[in-house]
């Protein structure tokens, strides 16, 4: 059963109901053809026997009208003669009419149709006709319709009751047949709606109890099917594959927060100890009464604890930006290039971040995109030997754009190897937290990469034609 499709295994039940019920109509359609071949016959009988009938009774009529012309005393009589005549004209017209219907050519024999021609020839009214050879011919003809019409009615009443016989027969056998057919199909349909239902439900409850412990944050993933043989399989499928990545998304985020959390801490602590003991030492040295023998040597102390209090703020900043809560994501961005350009010579840079871009970010999305953008120049600036690199963050479209592009040496973004360095990896892991990824594609210099990420709009699911608007309009 799970062999077939999902909407085959849906509308198995009606189908194997519906499947007999066409095959009883069509049985039934069968005998029923042939009940009505039986009544058409006695049909055709009953006309036929009705226009013997009809010719019987207007050959006495004839009869009557003719004896009454030859009679002499309405010789004299020209109105009840011209009266007679066309009540035989009317009469001759009816007789011929019944003699040669069609309801009774092929149940007469050749012999009386003969007869019945000659008669209708004979007793053909006309200003010559010979009433006397017109009524022999109708005392002749009297007696065979006599015959004939008590043959027919016969005949049609054998027919009539082997019909009935035959209907009731069919009857009887078609009911029988119908109960037991609707009985079986029934059944089945019963027994495989519940295989079916039951099957489903098992199916459904998994993934149900599965969707129910995503929801109390249990993300252990979901068994793949073995065959996918429906639909139901590949919802399985995909549940499985979204059960994984939502995990290693959830331990990534969780280890990236873990990191955050460390760093902070870290630097805090760096801040509250180190930081505060070296200024009080300089504030000491200053505060000293020297002699010229040890100011030299307390210049050196000074200068050393100087550079020390930039490396260990700048080590803070890199832990922790706190310029990133108070001054914003573009300042943060461009002190960081900054401090970075000042161990590299000839490498110009360029950036571009739309103003009060942070009203439009979370605390954690501008953190971690702040992070990726460090990463990509700390790649850039190690691996990617240029001397020129642009950093674009502009809101298109209710969406957030971020580009990075060089014009180093670039590098084979299009293998199908994952990408092993620990920077870009980290971007990764962070564009996943976004709900988004990263790109890297050829530089719009001639040589080079560029990075890009769009960070879409979580009310507004842009279509293909608004993904290229803003990948078009993010170097304007």
């Known amino acids: 059963m799970r062999s077939l499709p999902l909407n085959i295994q849906i509308l198995a039940a009606p189908l194997v109901l519906a499947i007999p019920i066409v095959f009883i109509l069509i049985y039934t359609l069968v005998y029923l053809t042939d009940i009505s071949k039986q009544n058409d016959t006695v049909r055709e009988w009953a006309r036929a026997t009705d226009q013997i009938k009809i010719a019987q009774s207007t050959s006495y009529q004839m009869l009557h009208t003719l004896t009454e012309l030859s009679s002499k005393k309405n010789i004299t009589d020209s109105d009840k003669k011209e009266e007679l005549f066309f009540n035989y004209i009317e009469q001759s017209q009816v007789l011929k009419s019944s003699l040669t219907s069609a309801d009774i050519g092929d149940k007469i024999s050749n012999e009386n149709l003969t007869l019945f021609s000659k008669t209708i020839q004979t007793t053909r009214y006309s200003e010559r006709m010979d009433i006397l050879s017109s009524i022999r011919a109708l005392e002749t003809l009297s007696p065979k319709l006599d015959y004939i019409y008590n043959t027919l009615q016969a005949k049609k ?39 079916v239902s039951k099957t489903l439900k098992r199916r459904l409850t998994c993934i149900s109890q599965y969707a129910t412990n995503v929801l109390k944050g249990n993300y252990q993933a979901l068994q793949k099917p073995t065959n996918i043989n429906d639909e139901l399989d590949q919802i399985t499928l995909q549940l499985s594959k979204m059960s994984q990545k939502l995990s290693h998304t959830i331990a990534s985020e969780d280890i990236l927060q873990a990191a955050e959390d460390e760093r902070q801490r870290i630097a805090m602590d760096i801040h509250d100890q180190f930081l505060s003991e070296i200024t009080q030492l300089r504030r000491e040295i200053e505060q000293a009464d020297t002699h010229n023998n040890s100011a030299k040597q307390l210049q050196t102390i000074d200068d050393t604890l100087g550079r020390l209090n930039t490396d260990l703020r700048s080590l803070i900043n890199d832990l922790f930006p706190h310029s990133l809560e108070i001054l914003g994501l573009e300042a943060s961005i461009r002190d960081y290039i900054l401090r970075k350009l000042s161990a590299f010579q000839n490498i110009q840079f360029y950036v571009q971040i739309d103003a009060n871009i942070d009203d439009y970010l979370t605390q954690k999305q501008c953190l971690h995109l702040y992070r990726i953008s460090i990463e990509a120049i700390n790649n850039i600036l190690k691996h990617a030997h240029c001397n020129r690199f642009e950093l674009v963050l502009k809101r298109i479209d209710g969406n957030i754009v971020l580009s990075i592009e060089d014009n180093g040496c670039g590098f084979d973004f299009t293998s199908t190897e994952p990408l092993g360095h620990i920077g870009m990896l980290s971007i990764k892991q962070r564009a996943s937290i976004l709900e988004t990824e990263g790109h890297w594609q050829a530089s719009r210099f001639s040589t080079g990469t560029c990075f890009k990420l769009i960070l879409y709009n979580t009310r507004q699911s842009p279509d293909a034609t608004s993904i290229a608007s803003i990948q078009t309009s993010a170097y304007v």
């Not at 082997?162 to 199909?185: R, Y």
């Open 157 to 195: 009443r054998v027919l009539y009751i082997k019909s009935n016989k035959d209907i009731t027969l069919i009857t009887s056998k078609l009911t029988n047949v119908i109960l037991l057919v609707l009985g079986i199909s029934t059944l089945l349909a019963l027994i495989t709606a519940g295989l």
